[in-house]
């Protein structure tokens, strides 16, 4: 069974800079494609990037492309979100989740285990 805590959450002003962080345990991190998810209220949760076990693929949601780095240690089984030129669109519930295979995916369903999320609240 794998766990995942992340943290790095909280209120920053527009324009500013987040990275949060995603600790695993419980498994064989290094196996599982990895996405971080966001939930706004009102809307559907929707994957804004993942990345393949040793990195080779990443992909981004349109939105953050550019703006949003996705990265992970495995060594340390750790998987990150470097999030720049934050907007207050960009305020939900971050949370991150793991796939029980190498392959990356953009449907939560393919995605096992989930964080307990954390908020990000991007405002003036």
């Known amino acids: 069974q794998v766990q995942l805590v992340e943290s790095g959450g909280g209120l920053v002003q527009p324009g500013g800079s987040l990275r949060l962080s995603c600790a695993a345990s419980?498994?064989?991190?290094?196996?599982?494609?990895m996405g971080w998810f966001r939930q706004a209220p009102g809307k559907e949760r929707e994957l804004i990037a993942a990345?393949?076990?040793?990195?080779?693929?990443?992909n981004y949601k349109d939105s953050v492309r550019g703006r949003f780095t996705i990265s992970r240690d495995n060594a340390k089984n750790t998987l990150y979100l470097q999030m720049n030129s934050l907007k207050p669109e960009d305020t939900a519930v971050y949370y991150c989740a793991a796939t029980t295979s190498s392959r990356v995916s953009s449907t939560p369903l393919q995605y096992a285990y989930w964080g307990q999320g954390t908020q990000v609240t991007v405002s003036s």
């Open positions: 419980g498994g064989r991190f290094s196996r599982y494609a």
């Open positions: 990345i393949s076990p040793y990195g080779g693929t990443m």
